[in-house]
């Protein structure tokens, strides 16, 4: 059973930084995803297992930096410059058959870390 556990999540003025966390019960192709209040859970970035390759959404493209340790089983999500469009529960998610962009994609999920950007 993949297990995920989130952390890293807090309170930032738009401008600052987080660094999120997910630390996995193995190596996978993890990917990240965020819901805000009242919207619709949407991509925001993904890795290989080999962190050969990365991908990101458009919003953060430039802003937002993932990563893994393998050694650690561990995969970062640098978040930089937040705006409080930021603001959402952010997910890591594991083991994707089909498209990343797609969070029906991927099987497993952790439990969520809440950013919030404030103005």
């Known amino acids: 059973q993949v297990q995920l556990v989130e952390s890293g999540g807090g309170l930032v003025q738009a401008g600052g930084s987080l660094r999120l966390s997910c630390a996995a019960s193995?190596?996978?192709?993890i990917g990240w995803f965020r819901q805000a209040p009242g919207k619709e859970r949407e991509f925001v970035a993904a890795?290989?297992?080999?962190?050969?390759?990365?991908f990101y959404a458009s919003p953060v493209k430039g802003r937002f930096t993932i990563s893994r340790d393998n050694a650690k089983n561990t995969v970062y999500l640098q978040l930089n410059n937040l705006k409080v469009e930021d603001t959402a529960v952010y997910f890591c998610?594991?083991?994707?058959?089909?498209?990343?962009?797609?969070?029906?994609?991927?099987?497993?999920w952790g439990q969520g870390a809440q950013v919030t950007v404030s103005s």
């Open positions: 998610a594991a083991d994707p058959e089909g498209t990343y962009t797609n969070d029906y994609a991927w099987s497993f």
């Open positions: 193995g190596r996978y192709d």
């Open positions: 890795i290989t297992s080999s962190g050969g390759s990365t």
